[in-house]
Nanobody, 127 residues
């Protein structure tokens, strides 16, 4: 039975950086699109950044483009989200999800029905 586990969240000051990790166990991420999503209280879920299953094409929400970078390490069965220049409005629970043979843009706009989904990690940006 496969699962995704996120790590790397925490409290950081505005302008700081964090790197989130999404590690799969029980299956290989090689043929899966992976997305990072966030959910803040009172706000809709947002697809933040996603990577395609076949050619690693990346997709970013306008709110994070130029500040966040998604990447994958197949050897470690892990997808990363490097978050720089963090702002208070980036505060949210971040979770990752994976779906078999899908583009990055497609998984980023998906609101549910993922093949796998992690439980999430809290990111708080505050001085």
């Amino acid at each position: 039975q496969g699962q995704l586990v996120e790590s790397g969240g925490g409290l950081v000051q505005p302008g700081g950086s964090l790197r989130l990790s999404c590690t799969a166990s029980g299956f290989s991420l090689n043929y899966y699109a992976v997305g990072w999503f966030r959910q803040a209280p009172g706000k809709e879920r947002e697809g933040v950044s996603c990577i395609s299953s076949n050619d690693d094409t990346t997709y970013y929400a306008n709110s994070v483009r130029g500040r966040f970078t998604i990447s994958r390490d197949n050897a470690k069965n892990t997808v990363y989200l490097q978050m720089n220049s963090l702002k208070p409005e980036d505060t949210a629970i971040y979770f990752c999800a994976a779906h078999f043979l899908m583009s990055g843009q497609a998984i980023c706009v998906r609101t549910g029905g993922y093949d796998y989904r992690g439980r999430g990690t809290q990111v708080s940006v505050s001085s």
